[in-house]
């Protein structure tokens, strides 16, 4: 528990960014408003990676009174689709959070093309007809100048007849591109003639085949920011060496406008990278393309739909996104932080089943054949108005294989010869000390046997005998459903992939872990057969778990969502 001031301090410890935002605002900057922006490229799903961006850019517009609007940055049409714009929106909407308006920039790549037209008549830009190797082979290093293209100097009006061109489609792809002409000698690399513009003729998911020009990331993302107004333009740490091109660019657009207000202000956090985990959108396309995952929204996937589909709330996530926090320097997050914080809220949330997910028999020899017993099981004890359902008891039970040993070691609470367990919302029964249990031929046990207290049942008033075992789960034989779990484990072997298969020169996909998932049979209460995709579920003593959305009462279908301890870091 923490005092009073403690809890003060904890509040106001905000991030570098939001001291930044907060002062500005005080200051009066930009007349007051806070704008931001979320802009995925629609080349992929969302992963958690893209949350913590979500939860800063969307959060602190929301704290502040400002406004976070949604932009694709749909530049490059070979890999962009509306699935894509989709998914993003649906994802963004399931994590709590609402944009403003609607921005694509491809809505700009008119006024983009002016602007490249108009740097081309300032004799700012010009086409270069080399090859890419060729550009990158000049660039030089950060210690050496690059070297001038032979196009460099090319006259104006030549430049601009040629970029027509370009965007009228009669130029190849890779034929010509339009570079900035700023200083091959920069100490900044991206300042020797970035490249803006690039042919590409494949139909744009929005503008279909109107242009066959586009504009690179720093053609198009600071302009973008700048036309829509955003005040703080927060990104990751990799986009550090290009704020000063994003600047340039805004300075070249507003014309001798005076921008003291008004102008966007880049600030970068670092990344957020998980253990066991790849976040690239190029490496989890290729998951789902080679069917090495089931999908996007595979549970294993860091993407959000897949953790959805895993059964994480959005508040688990939100919450580890705050625990993690916003700092300047990259760093690796350790997985079971995530899987800690998703136990936590689902503590507070998940209805209490009981499955039996390693069925053996247990018959009670001395509960009448043909009796049974509706008993009172409460949905989750953490909650003070929770609901109550029942479960059915009977003479047959199914149990958890590993919950009877014959031989058992001393400190072993659960059921052996002789020992005594609680069965959950029932009775307290006992194993004979002779005779407690039948075999195969191969020796594997296929019933237990024992005897239950009747005067120890849950909630009557000689219900508290104490006894030194656990409480098991149970279901009914009789009243239980068969139903398929999945068991969902790390989707790469390795802590670091991403490093490590750049260490080692090997494929990623030697690094999936090949025990992933395991599929089984097990036994459930028939109450589960009233809950849908995505409910929050606690398997007593088990785990955490969701139904898939392929489920149905017939054939229900379960995830592991997180095991109830953390197992993992032990093994
Ligand atoms: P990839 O390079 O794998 O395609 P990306 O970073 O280019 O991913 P975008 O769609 O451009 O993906 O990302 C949208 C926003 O999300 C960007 O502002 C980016 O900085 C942010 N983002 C992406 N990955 C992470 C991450 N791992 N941690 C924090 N923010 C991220
Ligand atoms: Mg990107």
Redesign the pocket.
């Known amino acids: 528990m923490c005092t009073e001031k403690q809890e003060e301090t904890k509040q106001e410890s905000i991030s570098f960014v939001e001291e930044i935002v907060k002062k500005e605002l005080e200051e009066g900057k930009n007349g007051g408003r806070l704008q931001t922006r979320?802009?995925?490229?629609p080349?992929?799903y969302l992963?958690i990676?893209?949350a913590?961006?979500i939860c800063m850019d969307f959060g602190i517009a929301q704290k502040y009174g400002g406004v976070c609007n949604l932009r694709f940055?749909d530049t490059n049409p070979a890999k962009e689709d509306v699935e894509y714009v989709d998914s993003i929106m649906e994802d963004i909407k399931w994590l709590g959070f609402k944009w403003g308006n609607v921005y694509y920039a491809s809505d700009y790549f008119q006024q983009l093309y002016d602007f490249a037209v108009r740097l081309i008549e300032e004799g700012k830009a010009y086409i270069d007809e080399q090859t890419s190797e060729e550009i990158a082979a000049q660039k030089g290093t950060p210690t050496q100048p690059g070297v001038d293209s032979p196009f460099r100097n090319r006259p104006i009006s030549e430049n601009l007849e040629l970029f027509h061109k370009m965007n009228a489609g009669e130029i190849e792809e890779g034929a010509m591109v339009l570079r900035a002409k700023i200083d091959m000698a920069h100490t900044n690399m991206l300042f020797r003639d970035p490249i803006i513009y690039r042919v590409k003729h494949v139909p744009h998911h929005r503008t279909g085949t109107q242009w066959h020009v586009y504009p690179n990331y720093d053609f198009a993302h600071g302009q973008s920011d700048f036309f829509e107004g955003v005040t703080h333009s927060?990104?990751?740490l990799e986009?550090v060496p290009h704020r000063p091109l994003y600047d340039y660019f805004i300075d070249e657009l507003k014309e001798g406008k005076d921008l003291q207000d008004n102008r966007p202000r880049q600030i970068e956090f670092n990344?957020?990278?998980l253990t066991y985990t790849m976040?690239?959108?190029?490496k989890l396309l290729a998951l789902v393309q080679e069917g090495l995952v089931s999908g996007w929204d595979d549970p294993r996937m860091p993407t959000i739909c897949g953790m959805r589909r895993r059964g994480y709330s959005p508040e688990s996530i939100r919450n580890f996104v705050k625990m993690i926090g916003y700092t300047k320097y990259d760093a690796l997050n350790d997985y079971a932080m995530l899987e800690a914080a998703v136990r936590d809220d689902l503590n507070k949330k998940a209805t209490r089943v009981a499955a039996v997910l390693d069925p053996v028999k247990l018959i009670i020899t001395n509960y009448p054949e043909g009796k049974t017993e509706e008993l009172d099981a409460i949905d989750n004890p953490e909650d003070e108005q929770s609901k109550h359902h029942t479960v059915t008891f009977s003479r047959e039970l199914w149990i958890e294989r590993d919950d009877f040993m014959e031989d058992a070691p001393k400190k072993f609470f659960r059921l052996g010869p002789g020992k005594e367990v609680r069965l959950k919302n029932s009775y307290i029964i006992r194993c004979p000390e002779e005779g407690c249990c039948k075999k195969d031929a191969d020796g594997k046990i296929t019933e237990i046997y024992a005897e239950f207290i009747p005067e120890t049942k849950t909630g009557e008033a000689n219900a508290n005998m104490k006894i030194k075992g656990k409480t098991i789960h149970w279901v009914s034989c009789d009243h239980c459903e068969k139903a398929e779990v999945r068991l969902y484990e790390r989707l790469f072997k390795v802590e670091n992939p991403a490093v490590e298969a750049e260490q080692t020169g090997c494929d990623f996909r030697e690094l999936l872990n090949p025990d992933s998932l395991e599929v089984r049979q097990c036994y459930v209460e028939p109450y589960l057969k009233e809950f849908r995709p995505l409910d929050y579920l606690q398997f007593q003593r088990i785990g955490y778990f969701t139904l898939d959305k392929a489920s149905t009462p017939d054939h229900m279908i379960f995830n592991r969502t997180v095991g109830l301890k953390d197992n993992w870091n032990k093994a």
Do not use: Q, V, W, Y
Request: charged fraction near 25%.
């Open positions: 979320f802009p995925p490229e080349n992929g992963h990676g893209h913590k961006a940055d927060i990104c990751t986009f990344r957020l990278n976040m690239s959108k190029r």
